[in-house]
């Protein structure tokens, strides 16, 4: 049985067995790659670490020996390259193995990784690797994604290295392994070192990007072993692209901590019917998903795959709509927990593997963090009153998990950072038993005639409408009401968007809400925009609305 986690981390219990808070420990130089993944290859060098399955069907599996070998191979092979402790290296991999070979190999030569979504364009690569200062890019080696690269670097000393494929001129990752020596000597780390660029997805301004230091994987200890509920022997399997945050939440540190093998599907587009298919064939014991998944899960018939794998269902990113939920539980017998975090941090809120979901909650705050709720004042806001999470830190300390920076903008982090309290800029209320309830970011939170509406109140109920398979709620700028409630709305088979509908899906949100929460604006749609993570993006709605009042030469 692992306990490897158990020298970095101690749950302090409750009288009713609850845990009332951890304890995190960690010595100065600390390195998960060194200190957890090479560990058990020295100890259990044939536990499995990663079962690996590319879209045409082949199972690749890696134990913690093999990760060891192949990543002291490839930190030989990128030191060959030039590349050196604090350089920071891109990673744009989907989901090929070879992500987590280089990013191990890069945390053990004290390099910082900056994975990266291979859905951004070749400007926005420019921008970053710009930002950063990179000196390579590790990319995986399709025509379209090393096209978008080399545009990226041209005319610069990035060192462009595909994976998987020979592009041009460029060094190929798997022979440079291959051709490495397998021997290497520990590098001296200190845990406060830059470790990760994560680049947020904000919309204004030039990129920015959330730098995480090597004390960072043990905040997730927590995610995987109390949230997923990941277990010693078992195989857990996220649903995200190597180049989010939720990779590191869900597929690498935490899981490996605890034991547990990951599993990864490089697939090239979804199919819920192959995803509940490779879960039975592969004995899945925990999952974690977006909501659209699970959307798309229970348009088919469960009963008609074994899923008898599954210990624990978890979901995060935003609001699960609760009839998909229901409908989930009714086909596997399995509750969906929820969970809210961020790039900037660990997990902040979840329904634990051993707590009982409370309907609407996204959960309680986790044992790492104090969290409050405060209004526009910086006030406490009582029980049941909506207000902006934040992380309170104890003894004036930076939290386990939570960034240590905006690169090369301290003015941004000090603002998050305001009244000595991390804002998150999200917004909840609480009941008086710790339970908290999502409303919405900032700036999804619609203001309408004096009324503030939480998005995804209105959207899960009407997500309980058997027409409605998916829907985003946003404020439609009004010169009346400031703004108005809009849905845009993707239809089930069968129905058909006419005014009728419109009218049926309006009275049915007055008949289940208070009536200034219904939508006066319906728009029926072929599918809605979602980012590479699988969050339905209600900013590129807003923005498309904006372009369209442009257009049509109306004021904002």
């Given at each position: 049985?692992?306990?490897?986690?158990?020298?970095?981390?101690?749950?302090?219990?409750a009288p009713d067995g609850s845990i009332a808070r951890i304890e995190t420990r960690y010595g100065a130089c600390f390195n998960f790659a060194y200190d957890v993944a090479d560990r058990f290859a020295e100890e259990s060098p044939d536990k499995p670490a990663l079962v690996h399955r590319s879209a045409d069907g082949t199972v690749t599996r890696y134990s913690f020996s093999d990760m060891k070998r192949?990543?002291?191979?490839?930190?030989?092979?990128?030191?060959?390259?030039?590349?050196?402790?604090?350089?920071?290296?891109?990673?744009?991999?989907?989901?090929?193995?070879?992500?987590?070979?280089?990013?191990?190999?890069?945390?053990?030569?004290?390099?910082?990784?900056?994975?990266?979504?291979?859905?951004?364009?070749?400007?926005?690569?420019?921008?970053?690797?710009?930002?950063?200062?990179?000196?390579?890019?590790?990319?995986?080696?399709?025509?379209?994604?090393?096209?978008?690269?080399?545009?990226?670097?041209?005319?610069?000393?990035?060192?462009?290295?595909?994976?998987?494929?020979?592009?041009?001129?460029?060094?190929?990752?798997?022979?440079?392994?291959?051709?490495?020596?397998?021997?290497?000597?520990?590098?001296?780390?200190?845990?406060?070192?830059?470790?990760?660029?994560?680049?947020?997805?904000?919309?204004?301004?030039?990129?920015?990007?959330?730098?995480?230091?090597?004390?960072?994987?043990?905040?997730?200890?927590?995610?995987?072993?109390?949230?997923?509920?990941?277990?010693?022997?078992?195989?857990?399997?996220?649903?995200?692209?190597?180049?989010?945050?939720?990779?590191?939440?869900?597929?690498?540190?935490?899981?490996?901590?605890?034991?547990?093998?990951?599993?990864?599907?490089?697939?090239?587009?979804?199919?819920?019917?192959?995803?509940?298919?490779?879960?039975?064939?592969?004995?899945?014991t925990t999952f974690c998903a977006p909501p659209t998944i699970y959307k798309y899960f229970v348009t088919e018939d469960l009963s008609g795959y074994d899923l008898s794998s599954l210990r624990q269902v978890t979901t995060a990113g935003e609001p699960m709509p609760a009839e998909v939920a229901r409908k989930f539980a009714a086909g596997t017998g399995l509750t969906i927990r929820d969970g809210f975090?961020?790039?900037?941090?660990?997990?902040?809120?979840?329904?634990?593997?051993?707590?009982?979901?409370?309907?609407?909650?996204?959960?309680?705050?986790?044992?790492?963090?104090?969290?409050?709720?405060?209004?526009?004042?910086?006030?406490?806001?009582?029980?049941?009153?909506?207000?902006?999470?934040?992380?309170?830190?104890?003894?004036?300390?930076?939290?386990?998990?939570?960034?240590?920076?905006?690169?090369?903008?301290?003015?941004?982090?000090?603002?998050?950072?305001?009244?000595?309290?991390?804002?998150?800029?999200?917004?909840?209320?609480?009941?008086?038993?710790?339970?908290?309830?999502?409303?919405?970011?900032?700036?999804?939170?619609?203001?309408?005639?004096?009324?503030?509406?939480?998005?995804?109140?209105?959207?899960?109920?009407?997500?309980?409408?058997?027409?409605?398979?998916?829907?985003?709620?946003?404020?439609?700028?009004?010169?009346?009401?400031?703004?108005?409630?809009?849905?845009?709305?993707?239809?089930?088979?069968?129905?058909?968007?006419?005014?009728?509908?419109?009218?049926?899906?309006?009275?049915?949100?007055?008949?289940?809400?208070?009536?200034?929460?219904?939508?006066?604006?319906?728009?029926?749609?072929?599918?809605?925009?979602?980012?590479?993570?699988?969050?339905?993006?209600?900013?590129?709605?807003?923005?498309?609305?904006?372009?369209?009042?442009?257009?049509?030469?109306?004021?904002?």
């Amino acid at each position: 049985m692992s306990d490897i986690y158990e020298d970095y981390y101690r749950e302090i219990k409750a009288p009713d067995g609850s845990i009332a808070r951890i304890e995190t420990r960690y010595g100065a130089c600390f390195n998960f790659a060194y200190d957890v993944a090479d560990r058990f290859a020295e100890e259990s060098p044939d536990k499995p670490a990663l079962v690996h399955r590319s879209a045409d069907g082949t199972v690749t599996r890696y134990s913690f020996s093999d990760m060891k070998r192949l990543s002291d191979k490839a930190a030989n092979a990128l030191r060959g390259l030039g590349i050196r402790r604090g350089d920071p290296v891109f990673l744009l991999l989907k989901r090929r193995a070879e992500f987590w070979i280089a990013i191990l190999a890069l945390h053990k030569m004290g390099a910082v990784a900056v994975p990266t979504s291979h859905m951004v364009s070749a400007e926005d690569i420019a921008e970053r690797v710009k930002a950063a200062g990179a000196k390579a890019i590790v990319c995986a080696g399709t025509q379209d994604i090393c096209e978008k690269v080399a545009e990226a670097v041209r005319g610069t000393s990035v060192i462009p290295i595909s994976a998987g494929n020979r592009y041009a001129d460029w060094a190929e990752l798997d022979e440079l392994i291959e051709a490495a020596d397998d021997a290497w000597e520990r590098v001296p780390t200190n845990v406060t070192d830059d470790m990760l660029y994560y680049f947020t997805s904000g919309t204004n301004g030039a990129p920015k990007a959330v730098i995480h230091d090597f004390s960072y994987p043990i905040a997730h200890i927590y995610t995987a072993k109390c949230w997923h509920g990941a277990v010693d022997g078992g195989l857990h399997l996220t649903v995200a692209d190597s180049g989010w945050a939720k990779s590191a939440w869900g597929k690498l540190y935490g899981q490996w901590f605890v034991g547990s093998a990951v599993m990864v599907y490089d697939y090239e587009n979804f199919f819920a019917g192959e995803m509940l298919r490779l879960i039975a064939e592969a004995g899945i014991t925990t999952f974690c998903a977006p909501p659209t998944i699970y959307k798309y899960f229970v348009t088919e018939d469960l009963s008609g795959y074994d899923l008898s794998s599954l210990r624990q269902v978890t979901t995060a990113g935003e609001p699960m709509p609760a009839e998909v939920a229901r409908k989930f539980a009714a086909g596997t017998g399995l509750t969906i927990r929820d969970g809210f975090g961020q790039t900037e941090t660990a997990l902040q809120i979840c329904t634990p593997a051993a707590g009982t979901p409370i309907a609407g909650s996204v959960g309680k705050a986790s044992p790492l963090y104090r969290i409050e709720l405060l209004d526009e004042d910086g006030n406490p806001v009582p029980a049941g009153e909506e207000g902006e999470i934040v992380i309170v830190p104890e003894n004036g300390q930076r939290p386990i998990g939570i960034f240590k920076g905006y690169l090369g903008d301290p003015e941004r982090y000090r603002d998050v950072w305001r009244g000595g309290v991390y804002h998150t800029g999200d917004k909840a209320r609480a009941d008086e038993n710790g339970n908290y309830f999502f409303v919405g970011r900032n700036d999804d939170v619609i203001k309408s005639s004096g009324y503030r509406i939480g998005p995804s109140e209105v959207e899960d109920i009407l997500m309980r409408h058997p027409a409605v398979f998916e829907c985003a709620v946003t404020g439609y700028p009004s010169k009346t009401r400031g703004t108005v409630v809009k849905a845009d709305v993707v239809l089930n088979d069968g129905f058909t968007g006419d005014t009728r509908l419109k009218t049926e899906l309006q009275d049915f949100v007055k008949a289940n809400a208070a009536i200034y929460k219904y939508p006066r604006m319906i728009e029926f749609a072929d599918s809605l925009p979602h980012t590479s993570n699988g969050k339905i993006s209600r900013a590129a709605i807003r923005a498309r609305d904006r372009e369209t009042l442009r257009a049509a030469g109306r004021s904002l």
